[in-house]
């Protein structure tokens, strides 16, 4: 497997450090999908009045993850296609917890690390978790080969675990105590930078005398901080049915949460940053927080794109959404490219750092770039200058699967890996032929799952 | 700059699908993409892209190129340039034609085979030889193949392949004696009293050694661009750190042809050469640092660059010391392109077995 090689993004809009807690909204506009969930199974109805921490809806694919109230409030079901909207909010305590009806759910011979992990998942905390693997939502009643909990997130800019965790240390290794009595001998990895900061210093203090967890120090470099690059990294490779479960701090404060006090998570630490923010920061929102109230007076004036996460992995906001996603951890926003520039190719670039040393950059250190939406380049067909390949931190060959998918079949495709491709996104951002590789082979890897696994799933 | 932006917007529609130059829209796009970097956004993620793009990254080739160019036309004189200039035209129409033809863009690659092509050419060529092989080079090694990206050989060494053998006493009888001074050959057309019989490696074959200096500096008989040692190995050394050309190839190619070179030596010193002579003289670093390095025709996977460098390498001196020709770079590089494909198959199968054993 390769090293996670010298390039590095960026990018101007460093979110600081301090968390911004955001006014309490009048109107929530909750969007029904997120990047891993559709919570396409409503229950509630319209003009129904409901308790902070109540269902709204569930998704039926994923063990019924729900989606819950973060507020008391009014639902209004058809105002606004795809969302719900909660409206008259008042913020009243959470109803505490009750052993409520689909315990029947719970496998018996799990006793009562299948109440909590059912708890986990009626709470909201669960949706914080993934498989390493396949980042989809794990099984909560599976039995994992290990845990991974990273306080490290590097793509530019999503939400640090250093931020998420200021004054609530104590909370965090008491989650992780909680999080140890869900499992039976299974280890806990706990992934901090490999930096000496206070942050990793207390981080490294609060867990002293943990056997069970497991230290594990990265490069501050992304994508190694990618839960599958971690997992193969530590040695557990794909392997069905036996799973590598991986959460970051949020998951933590969650289960802590909801295994302490019985309460719900919904508020939760997202990031805002980006070269269009005035001031990035981190803000203390909760899901379906309107975003014309976290975008205004905050921007730069021009052309923007509101990105859900980061600018490698994240999704471009729709016109048609208007809160904050269930799984939403950070908000990035970049200026949409309009201004054509003369002759860029010759120029000598001692403003713009590229991963192959072509630009006058390469003589002054690293900097932080002011990067906007431009393609930069045009679309080529692949020169087969391996940069793709020299970037993957998943050891695979992208120009090979991006040819194979051209004129292949898809099961040439799969055993070229595929599978493999932890969508990082480093591959399509060098590629000088500016090929869409990440895009391919997401699809590609949904196509695969779909055409030749279908049986699969259904026995 | 206005006026042109001017011009672009005030012509576009003819140019758009129906207009009257519909037909040309690529020529358009090629033209207002290369004054001014292309409008395009990105879709999807990443949202952010890096800023090389294949213009630049061919700009950088013929960046590298310069040194030996200028030696060219410093040595060889002012018909240099028209020999450059004509490479241009008549590749560039071809390239022209077939992005018209297939409804395709225009590709950045032309930009490099027109300028490597003349430099692989001895100075004396007529004129519409040049047009005739960079054509040939252009149609048969590039475009019936797809274009850019899809040629299994690099099309300017087909381009010379092609007067080689078609045309052997304009390709190899004539040379020129290189300018000398402050000012070269710069301060003539071409200077028709040099003419001499042999290059270095022809001499070789009757057993007279050219000196070391004269062939660093280029101060010798050969083809345009081939001469001048040190503007080739500056141009290389650029190309390898801005990650354009990949080291493995030129690191496999020169070490194996050393290694070799050194072992003939040793073996009969009389009859084969000394190693830096060897290195230094003919075609050897023009082709090793640009033409060996062409990533499209050589193999994709760091593990076949790796046997792609040793076998042209070994090829060239093989040929050089063992046959009649006097210079072996060319066939090794194209016999390279063609055994480029089996090693990537090879590599590429050794790397899924291992990655699949990973479940
Ligand atoms: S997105 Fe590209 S670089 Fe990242 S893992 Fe997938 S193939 Fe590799
Ligand atoms: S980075 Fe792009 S051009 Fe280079 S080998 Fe990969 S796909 Fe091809």
Known sequence: MSQITKCEIQLEGKPADSVLEMPEP??????????????DSVEVEENRSVQPGQVLARDLNNFSVPLLAPRAGKVKLGEIKNHIVLDEITQQEEEPYDHREDEAHIPQEMGSVGLKRYKLLALGAWQFVYDAHSSKLPDPFGTPRAVIVSTVNLEPYTAQGEAQLQKRLADFTRGLEHLQSLLEYQPIYLVMPDINSEFSRQLRESIRGYAW??????????????????????????????????????AILAIDRALTLSKPSTVRIISFGGPMVKEPIHLKVMPGY?????????????????????????????????????????????????????????????DRQSYGKCFLSSFRGAFKERLNTALRGELRPCVACGFCEEVCPAGIMPYLIHK????????????????????????????????DLRGEFVKAQEDIERELHAEEVQS | MKILRKLFDSTRRHFDEGGTFGAFKPLYEAMENFFYGP???????????DPLDLKRYMTMVIIALLPATLAGIYFYGLRTLAIIVVSYAVGGTIEVIFAVIRKE???????????????VLPPTIPLWMVGVGVAFGVLVGKEI??????????????????????????????????????????????????????TPLGQAKLGEWANIGSLLWGTTTGCIGETCAIGIILGGIFLILTKVANWRTVVSSLGSFVILAAAFNIADPDRFGPVYWHVFAGGLLLGVFFMATDPVSSPNTNGGKWF???????????IRNLTGYVEGMMFAILLGNIVAPMLDEAVVYVRLRRLQNER
């Open chain 1, 26 to 39: 009048r109107k929530l506009f909750i969007p029904l999908e997120s990047v891993r969930f559709s919570f």
């Open chain 1, 213 to 250: 967890v497991k230290p594990v120090q990265i490069a501050p470099k992304y994508p190694g901080d990618n839960f599958a690059v971690i997992a193969r990294k530590l040695g557990f490779n794909k392997e069905k049915d036996s799973p590598v479960w991986a959460m970051r701090t949020e």
């Open chain 1, 290 to 350: 309107p975003l014309k109230d976290i975008l205004a007076e905050r921007l730069e004036s021009g052309p923007v794109r509101i990105i859900d996460g980061g600018v490698l992995t994240g999704a471009m906001v729709s016109e048609q959404q208007k809160g904050l996603t269930a799984e939403c951890n950070g908000l990035t926003v970049l200026q949409e490219h309009s201004e054509r520039e003369f002759l860029s190719f010759i120029r000598p670039g001692s």
């Open chain 1, 404 to 435: 194979t998918l051209y004129s292949g079949e898809l099961e040439d495709v799969e055993q070229m890996r595929v599978d493999l491709c932890v969508g990082c996104g480093m591959c399509s951002f060098v590629c000088p032929s500016k090929i």
């Open chain 2, 39 to 49: 409008a395009t956004r990105t879709g999807t993620a990443p949202h952010v892209r």
């Open chain 2, 105 to 119: 863009e225009i590709n950045e690659g032309f930009l490099v085979t027109g300028l490597l092509f003349p430099l």
């Open chain 2, 145 to 198: 193949f797809g274009g850019t990206g899809r040629n299994l050989f690099n099309p300017a060494l087909v381009g010379r392949c092609f007067l080689a053998l078609g045309y052997p006493s304009e390709m190899s009888a004539v040379w020129l004696k290189p300018g000398e001074g402050l000012t070269g050959s710069l301060l003539q057309w071409y200077d028709t009293a040099a003419v001499t019989g042999a």
């Open chain 2, 308 to 318: 792609y460098g040793i076998i042209i390498g070994t090829v060239t001196v093989l």
